[in-house]
């Protein structure tokens, strides 16, 4: 036992100490590669000057919540009251550039304020890796998607090396999106556009250069100026046909299957459309045009393009999701986490500040509660648990 628990320190060092020789071999080979896009081995050099592998970001990348969060959840805390109130307030104080954009792109200024506030929570939560050190780490040390992280990491250093953006002010996600709308290098090169007349493109500190940005993003993933993203539908029981964003299918073909809009009415919209179904058979579904195509483009996820297509929604002042999610354990909004952790700490669980972001320690205390209250101890925050501890249960 003895021999066995000295012996996993060395081993753990001697894999960090080749983690690192073959992050800095990899380095070497990716300055000529920066070199042959126009970047200067000055500019790479001082880009990479003291740059260390960050194995976080491995971890990350097997933790994206798009993909692994129910889709309750995932809309829950992303197209709650909170948000909406939030981006309603954010469309007033903007509305002048949100006019701008819409009128030089096409799209329309509650799609635009939907893809701020759920990717940065209207510049709230604009990412806390630096892009250089997150990509490179992914770049070298990535058990799949180098090549991505590459080029990000190449495009990178060819903003820095234009001078578009200050090196100090990218950090982003582990992915290496930045900025107010959560550009990935590679696409803001391609199209990211001066906003402010300032004659740059900083999508960190000017709003204005964002969210035209985006609108230019959601135009050339062929929005459709004045038509829906979809709507809610109710689908008859026992429904066996197709699913999915695709193949789109004419509104005859869905109307011939007994499918009409929530309210019972007919439907209705501009060409095909897919029948979404985000939770099973059992759950809400919606059909999906193609302005939907153009908000999954963004992310590559439905629960993603589902919470900008609702959340936009909810701008406009419409209804959101109408049908039942197929769970006994509602998700909870954001204020509804807060109180959850409030009540954490007060039976003395350690979860840092009561901010409604549900980390480790969150999911740790609420473990501990379910075991405690005969639930399969997961760490996810329901309704469940929060009516417990209010209840004095716990």
């Known amino acids: 036992m003895r021999t066995t628990i000295l012996a996993l320190p060395l081993v753990l060092v001697a894999s960090a100490a080749s983690a690192q020789g073959g992050f ?24 990479m000057a003291g740059v260390e592998p960050d194995m976080k970001i491995i971890e990350a990348m097997n933790n994206q919540p798009e993909f692994k969060t129910p889709i309750w959840d995932y809309l829950g805390t992303l197209v709650d009251e909170e948000k909406v109130a939030e981006g309603r307030a954010m469309m007033r104080q903007h509305a002048s550039t949100l006019a701008a954009a819409e009128q030089r792109f096409g799209v329309d200024r509650h799609t635009i304020a939907a893809v701020w506030g759920v990717e940065s929570d209207f510049g709230k939560a604009k990412g806390r890796w630096p892009l250089v050190q997150a990509l490179s780490t992914g770049a070298c040390l990535a058990p799949r998607r180098n090549a991505f992280f590459k080029g990000e990491l190449l495009a990178t250093l060819q903003i820095i090396q234009r001078g578009d953006l200050r090196p100090e002010r990218l950090f982003g996600s582990w992915a290496g999106a930045f900025g107010h709308t959560q550009f990935i290098p590679s696409t803001y090169l391609r199209l990211a556009v001066d906003g402010d007349g300032d004659g740059r493109r900083d999508l960190v500190d000017s709003i204005p250069d964002a969210l035209h940005s985006t609108a230019n993003f959601m135009d050339k993933a062929g929005w459709v100026t004045g038509a829906t993203w979809g709507y809610e539908v109710r689908v008859p029981r026992g429904y066996g046909g197709s699913t999915g964003r695709n193949p789109k299918r004419p509104l005859s073909h869905w109307a011939g299957q007994g499918i009409v809009k929530f309210d019972g ?12 179904m985000p939770a099973g058979r059992n759950g809400p579904a919606f059909l999906v045009f193609k302005n939907y195509d153009a908000a999954f483009s963004y ?4 629960s993603y393009a589902l919470a900008i297509s609702l959340l936009s929604d909810r701008l406009r002042g419409r209804p959101g999701v109408q049908g039942e999610w197929p769970t006994d354990d509602l998700p909870l909004s954001r204020e509804q986490r807060r109180e959850l952790q409030r009540l954490l700490i007060a039976r003395g669980y350690n979860v840092g500040e009561p901010d409604g972001a549900v980390g480790s320690l969150t999911r740790a205390a609420i473990r501990d509660v379910e075991a405690r209250i005969g639930m399969p101890p997961t760490g996810r925050p329901g309704e469940k648990v929060l009516r417990a501890l209010k209840s004095g249960r716990i």
């Open 24 to 47: 800095s071999s990899c380095l070497s080979g990716l300055r000529s590669d920066a070199a042959a896009k126009g970047v200067s081995g000055a500019t790479f050099d001082r880009a």
């Open 265 to 276: 009415s007919a439907l209705n919209g501009t060409g095909n459309a897919g029948l979404l």
């Open 299 to 302: 992310n590559g996820a439905d």
